[in-house]
């Protein structure tokens, strides 16, 4: 029962240093979304990817890439680390992004930019 | 877009009281409506949805109706267990957002034994 999986669970990086979160789902879903939480935020959309091949920015997509490497792996880069991007970052999945649809969540990356 | 207001928290409670979160929302068209949950240290987790106006989602002793008059979909639990302490989001998804949740602040629920 994996279900998505995110990894590092944790991260304390520098200003400047660049790193990529790495998510995977084994559910044969389609569409998979980058969501980061800050305190008194809620969850805010990064980029989302609904099919193989495709991609699309989000509310908050400013200092971050993605890719959808195949069906089952979706990664989230911060090729320049800044203090605020520290957050707590969640990758998600659906079957195919229509409107009755839920959403599964991992566990989650926290990370640190000092 | 759509957009979501959340009842403030945090929320404490004493196990077997009565919850009620609001939640207001404004969206495009004809939103399905969402709660999610998150317990400590995990991600979140559908907790109930309804797709219509008038309908009631449910689960594991939770409940919310969908009132289209208002624009609200508020959750209540009759008799809260020191288990339900987690954050809630309420979360409406319509064609306004291109089909991407919208979620609301979060409200924290604290219940002590």
């Known amino acids: 029962n994996a279900g998505v999986t995110q990894t590092p669970k944790f991260q304390v990086l520098k200003t400047g240093q660049s790193m990529t979160l790495q998510c995977a789902q084994d559910?044969?879903?389609?569409?998979m979304y980058w969501y980061r939480q800050d305190p008194g935020m809620g969850l805010r959309l990064i980029y989302y990817?609904?099919?193989?091949?495709?991609?699309d920015k989000g509310e908050v997509p400013n200092g971050y890439n993605v890719s959808r490497l195949n069906k089952r792996e979706f990664s989230l880069r911060l090729e320049s680390a800044a203090p605020s991007q520290t957050s707590v970052y969640f990758c998600?999945?659906?079957?195919?992004?229509?409107?009755?649809?839920?959403?599964?969540f991992g566990s989650g990356t926290q990370l640190s930019v000092l | 877009g759509d957009s979501v207001t959340q009842m403030e928290g945090p929320v404490t409670l004493s196990e077997e009281a009565f919850l009620t979160i609001n939640c207001t929302y404004t969206?495009?068209?004809?939103?399905?409506l969402f709660w999610y949950v998150q317990y400590p240290g995990e991600g979140l987790q559908l907790l109930l949805k309804?797709?219509?106006?008038?309908d009631k989602g449910s689960n594991k002793g939770f409940e919310a109706t969908y009132r289209k008059e208002t624009t609200s979909f508020h959750l209540e639990k009759g008799s809260v267990q020191v288990s339900d302490s987690a954050v809630y989001f309420c979360?409406?998804?319509?064609?306004?957002?291109?089909?991407?949740?919208?979620f609301g602040k979060g409200t924290l629920l604290t219940v002590n034994p």
């Open positions: 998600a999945s659906s079957e195919s992004g229509h409107r009755d649809e839920k959403l599964f």
């Open positions: 559910m044969n879903h389609n569409s």
């Open positions: 990817s609904a099919s193989e091949g495709t991609t």
């Open positions: 969206a495009t068209g004809y939103p399905s």
């Open positions: 309804a797709t219509k106006a008038d």
């Open positions: 979360a409406p998804l319509s064609g306004g957002s291109n089909y991407k949740l919208t």
